[in-house]
């Protein structure tokens, strides 16, 4: 790979992601490439999904792991492979080990959810071992790492490695196998940049016209702040929600390659986010992680430029944890300015809230948090109170009641580490 980028190919060979195609036959899906009636008719433009939830490990990162494994020599696989990883990295190894024979140690925070676990373990069966350590990535990887040197075993690298880039490039190799109609759009979220890296060297070089659009979570900008610098920079702190490209810091390789492939990168809120995953559920079943969601999401932000066109959304992953949907539905509704936070001093008389419940809140306001508390103020207590609306319109008609009223109140929305605790 650095061979390639300084002879001034800046990208990765059309030929080394055939090559992986060919490797990885049999083994990871050629997943669907689908018309989407519903997007194309919201739209006015084609749009087609390219279904990696419906992968056999539910993401595309069976692909890169895979073809890693599969092209070292047997001499580097005698003291098995290593990978640290609280998601979708650990189940590509740990399926790539079952089927191709190898010892996997997987290395795990300890916080990281039981049911991940449970599927690591499920793919790799007999052929992995797992480590639970640390409570973060961080530690997870120095232990990994460590493991790697005293047993001489092979790490395989999440996103930072030419044959991982080759094996993720193998989702842009299908979607032009798939269709005879050009793409003109094609928007492909951005982790580490493995996939964007993989799938922009092959569109680049075979099918120069689309216009390829990286995707980023707005808590965690690891590559647009570094294509901004020109260089690869670490972020001090991320959002983690968008925990399938949450990243601090992109793979060197990544970004060298994408710096020359994306034609435009851009931040999608995770309120944004979480409103997609709602909608896919509900109006098409499907089940989509927070970073499958984001290039449907991104539609949004270009439905002008997209309409008439012929436009492709991967859909990278599809590994929710049903325990998140509830602060799924708070963030979407947060985003689409349906549900507020105050705190609100009522007076300590008879018939306060009474008053504000038939006089400041609409006929279809709905307070669904209320916490009140009453310490050494014998006159006014204070009170954090969430209230949902029917349409984001019906706010400034509420806070014209509150202040009419003459009501002691402060607005939590712009303040969520304040209430993060209730989601």
Same mark, same amino acid.
């Given at each position: 790979m650095k061979d390639t980028i300084t002879s001034g190919k800046k990208m990765?060979?059309?030929?080394?992601?055939?090559?992986?195609?060919?490797r990885i036959k049999g083994v990871a899906y050629h997943t669907p490439f689908m018309h989407n009636i519903n997007l194309s008719d919201q739209y006015e433009a084609n749009i087609f999904l390219k279904r990696e939830d419906l992968q056999v490990v539910r993401s595309y990162k069976l692909?890169?792991?895979?073809?890693?494994?599969?092209?070292?020599?047997?001499s580097k696989l005698t003291n098995g492979v290593v990978c640290a990883s609280a998601g979708n990295h650990a189940q590509g190894v740990a399926y790539a080990c079952n089927k191709l024979g190898i010892k996997g140690y997987i290395y795990m925070p300890n916080p990281t959810p039981k049911q991940k676990v449970k599927q690591v373990q499920m793919f790799g069966k007999e052929h992995v071992h797992i480590e639970l !350590?640390?409570?973060?990535? =961080?530690?997870? +990887?120095?232990?990994?790492?460590?493991?790697?040197q005293e047993q001489e075993a092979q790490f395989i690298p999440p996103f930072d490695d030419e044959k991982i880039i080759e094996g993720q490039g193998t989702v842009g190799y299908e979607i032009l196998q798939d269709t005879d109609a050009p793409i003109d759009y094609l928007f492909v979220p951005i982790g580490g940049g493995g996939l964007s890296a993989g799938v922009g060297s092959y569109f680049k070089q075979v099918s120069p016209h689309t216009k390829i659009i990286g995707l980023e979570p707005a808590g965690a900008p690891a590559m647009i702040k570094s294509l901004e610098q020109g260089e690869v920079i670490t972020l001090d702190k991320i959002d983690k929600f968008v925990d399938g490209a949450a !990243?601090?810091?992109?793979? =060197?390789?990544? +970004?060298?390659?994408?710096?020359?492939?994306?034609?435009?990168?851009?931040?999608?809120?995770?309120?944004?986010?979480?409103?997609?995953?709602?909608k896919l559920y509900n109006e098409e079943a499907i089940v989509v992680e927070p970073a499958g969601a984001m290039s449907i999401a991104a539609l949004d932000f270009f439905k002008d430029e997209i309409k008439g066109k012929n436009v492709c959304c991967v859909v990278s992953g599809g590994n929710n944890d049903i325990t998140r949907m509830e602060e799924i539905k708070e963030r979407a509704l947060l985003y689409n300015g349906l549900k507020h936070y105050f705190i609100i001093r009522f007076p300590q008389r008879a018939g306060a809230l009474k008053e504000f419940v038939a006089e400041v809140l609409g006929p279809n306001d709905d307070i669904t948090h209320f916490e009140y508390t009453k310490k050494n103020n014998r006159e006014r207590g204070p009170a954090m109170v969430g209230i949902e609306l029917q349409s984001a319109n019906d706010y400034e008609g509420l806070i014209k009641r509150l202040n009419a009223h003459h009501i002691a109140y402060q607005v939590l929305n712009d303040k969520f580490d304040f209430f993060h605790f209730l989601i």
């Open positions: 990765i060979p059309v030929e080394n992601i055939i090559n992986a195609a060919q692909r890169g792991a895979y073809n890693k494994i599969s092209s070292l020599q047997p !350590v640390g409570d973060t990535f =961080d530690d997870a +990887y120095a232990k990994a790492m460590a493991f790697c !990243v601090k810091r992109v793979g =060197d390789l990544n +970004y060298n390659v994408c710096q020359h492939v994306l034609d435009d990168a851009v931040t999608i809120p995770e309120g944004k986010i979480c409103d997609t995953i709602l």
